[in-house]
């Protein structure tokens, strides 16, 4: 189970932080990261980092996301810097293992202008 939350109401400019937690080792986990869905809008993928460290990010927010892991407490965090309107969206974790894909139940991040 991934248990995501840190979302909130936030102003242009802002920072926050999201978390995952799982309830097993991440360690064993491939993949883990963060999608997002806007209103109206698909779910894409945010930021990945991968069971040896190797990270991914959209376009859109390298520079100013930064995605990190918390072995010891089975986390992974979501540090966005810089927030504008267009990453208003509902934040879902996930992890990816070869057997299966598991996903939170998501975090809802709101930007005002």
């Known amino acids: 189970q991934l248990q995501a939350s840190g979302g909130g109401l936030v102003q242009a400019g802002g920072s926050l932080r999201l978390s995952c937690a799982a309830s097993?080792?991440?360690?064993?986990?491939?993949?883990m990261g963060w999608y997002r869905q806007a209103p109206g809008k698909e779910r894409e993928p945010v930021a990945t980092?991968?069971?040896?460290?190797?990270?991914y990010y959209k376009n859109s927010v390298e520079g100013r996301f930064t995605i990190s892991r918390d072995i010891a407490k089975d986390t992974i965090y979501l540090q966005m810097n810089s927030l504008d309107r267009e990453d208003t969206a509902v934040y879902y974790c996930y992890a990816w293992k070869p057997s299966a894909t598991y996903w939170g139940q998501g975090t809802l991040v709101t930007v005002s202008s």
């Open positions: 980092i991968s069971n040896i460290g190797s990270t």
């Open positions: 097993e080792s991440i360690s064993s986990i491939h993949i």
